[in-house]
């Protein structure tokens, strides 16, 4: 088949080579260029989601720590293990009982996939391992596993390996305004192209594009902005953190001989600019300096950058909407809605899936395949 995919981040690029291993013809269209959006704002972890569990996320974190596990074998340059600590204050929101639970959750979906043991430390021994912490009301921790990542430089990776399949072809600054379900595309500059399927992979545009379209979206997108600060000093370990007197979590990294602390969860919409608020900013600052010795202002901070998530919308507070992605399809047009970064490679497989389920129909069997048809991952 002739396959276009539209969206050049990290679930793009996994989607076109998954296609290609197929033995499919891809040309991916990218507005802007390959990696350079939200793909590349990231937390830079790959991770199955502690935190998602409180969610009940269980297939999604399942699937994501295996995926983990695949990303730091094929990819051991630019995806290490990193382990993380865990405090618990007398002020912590989640007792003990909670996050030992938790972990030995995060343990047994891993199965034979899981990168390292989780710990329950003493106060005594969480002094010991972590002393840039302050010791004030500490209790206990605990220890444990994941993973983190170059995003841009493993995407590019990735797009890499995808090119030794043979038929790519790659435009970027090749903006696609409209989808036909027949299986043609126009372009900004007004050109059209037809092709035998269309993947609309598009992110936080991936709504916006089938309106555009006049093709009915069956799910709304939440658009979060994440936002992360980079200061110029190191942390010796990995931080898993309760932002104070509220339940969020946000994390404080050892990151390229500096410190990047993230994210949040800021609401806004596709014409406004991505960029950390100020009011973003000092939420982070003041989060770290709740827990740490040293204090840091905004005179510390060397880099800051924010990401726009594609989230499905299912909440009205956006820490408890769901990761999950879904698919949905609209005669020859698929449309990915959601996505996690660490688990785009089975997103791809998924995609590639239903294009080889689609292939063995017959083109009127293809054409009823109407707004109503869509295929869940699992919610």
Not at 87 to 115: C, D, E, F, H, V
Request: positive net charge.
């Amino acid at each position: 088949m002739n396959i276009a995919v539209i969206g050049g981040g990290i679930n793009g690029i996994m989607t076109t080579w998954e296609l290609l291993k197929q033995g499919h013809s891809v040309t991916l269209y990218e507005k802007g260029e390959v990696m350079k959006q939200t793909s590349s704002a990231s937390s830079k972890l790959l991770h199955g989601g502690l935190r998602y569990l409180e969610n009940y996320e269980f297939r999604l974190v399942r699937e994501a720590l295996k995926e983990r596990l695949w990303w730091i074998s094929q990819a051991p340059q630019l995806a290490q293990p990193l382990k993380f600590y865990i405090p618990i204050y007398k002020t912590s929101r989640r007792p003990a009982w909670i996050y030992k639970i938790g972990l030995w959750l995060y343990s047994t979906l891993a199965g034979k996939q899981n990168i390292g043991q989780y710990q329950s430390l003493s106060q005594e021994e969480m002094q010991q391992a972590c002393p840039e912490l302050k010791n004030e009301n500490l209790i206990k921790g605990f220890s444990y596993f994941d993973a983190q990542m170059d995003d841009y430089q493993l995407g590019l990776w990735a797009l890499e390996e995808a090119k030794k399949q043979p038929s790519l072809v790659i435009h970027e600054h090749a903006e696609v305004t409209m989808l036909d379900p027949q299986g043609r595309l126009t372009l900004s500059n007004g050109t059209t192209q037809t092709f035998d399927q269309i993947i609309n992979v598009s992110g936080p545009w991936a709504e916006q594009l089938l309106k555009q379209s006049n093709i009915k979206s069956n799910y709304t997108l939440d658009l979060v902005r994440g936002s992360h600060i980079v200061i110029d000093y190191p942390v010796q370990n990995g931080y898993f953190l309760e932002i104070p007197n509220e339940s969020r979590i946000f994390f404080v990294l050892p990151y390229q001989g500096k410190t990047l602390i993230g994210t949040t969860e800021h609401r806004q919409s596709l014409n406004e600019e991505v960029k950390p608020g100020e009011l973003e900013i000092d939420y982070l600052i003041n989060a770290y300096n709740y827990y740490f010795k040293k204090k840091i202002c905004k005179q510390n901070i060397v880099k800051s950058f924010a990401g726009m998530r594609p989230l499905i919308k299912s909440a009205d507070n956006a820490n408890k909407a769901t990761r999950e992605y879904s698919i949905q399809q609209n005669q020859k047009v698929i449309s990915v809605f959601g996505g996690k970064w660490t688990t785009s490679r089975q997103l791809g497989k998924k995609v590639a899936k239903i294009i080889s389920e689609n292939s063995c129909l017959s083109a009127s069997e293809i054409k009823h395949l109407g707004q109503e048809v869509e295929v869940d991952t699992g919610k």
